[in-house]
């Protein structure tokens, strides 16, 4: 299986390359959109800050490509948030793919998540046989609201969107490669879709 995990700068790399290793496969990085269109399935992480991470994206000249992908796609984390439509963060336009914005939490209420929390309302096959109110690991200080993309919530303050599903794209706000026998799972789920 030719697994392509997208390299524009602003990824989490090395640790989902080992979490796909664990399950028996190789994945390798890529800026090269010929060997991302050849992939049978593209991840797209992401750490940072959204309009920095938007740049690079403009840069590599992957920004208009991406959407246009025919195979599953992950997007992980700030890879998800710039698969919206837009972010608060650094007013950043985004891919577009889901149609939902990303939001701050509340300002001074509550401040980052970082750590642990559950998922409920699971309803996709990216998520099969992962039970309700499994934990997954977050680091973020941005969200997506509750959209018909929506295929698992978590709450931090309020119930966001912590899964999304449109066509081939799939997105986690949490991070899978760090969320034990559960991300295991999501992972494994998605390379076998």
């Not at 664990?22 to 750490?47: C, M, T, W």
Request: a negative charge; charged letters at 20%; glycine letters at 10%.
């Amino acid at each position: 299986m030719d697994i392509q995990i997208i390299d524009y700068g602003a990824g989490n790399i090395q640790s989902i390359k080992f979490a796909i290793q664990r399950l028996g496969y190789e994945a390798q990085l890529s800026s090269d959109i010929n060997e991302i269109h050849k992939a049978d399935k593209v991840i797209f992480p992401g750490v940072g800050e959204a309009s920095s991470a938007m740049q690079k994206l403009k840069e590599s000249g992957l920004q208009g490509y991406i959407p246009e992908l025919q195979q599953p796609v992950l997007g992980i984390c700030l890879g998800m948030q710039l698969m919206c439509n837009s972010s608060e963060e650094g007013k950043t336009k985004g891919l577009g793919i889901f149609d939902v914005d990303g939001f701050k939490f509340g300002d001074g209420e509550i401040g980052p998540q970082i750590g642990w929390n559950s998922i409920s309302n699971l309803k996709s096959p990216l998520l099969q046989n992962v039970p309700e109110k499994s934990f997954i690991y977050l680091v973020h200080s941005f969200y997506a609201p509750l959209t018909e993309d929506t295929i698992a919530t978590s709450e931090y303050g309020l119930e966001y969107s912590t899964a999304l599903h449109r066509e081939n794209f799939y997105g986690t706000q949490f991070h899978p490669e760090k969320s034990s026998y559960v991300g295991e799972q999501i992972l494994k789920n998605f390379l076998m879709l």
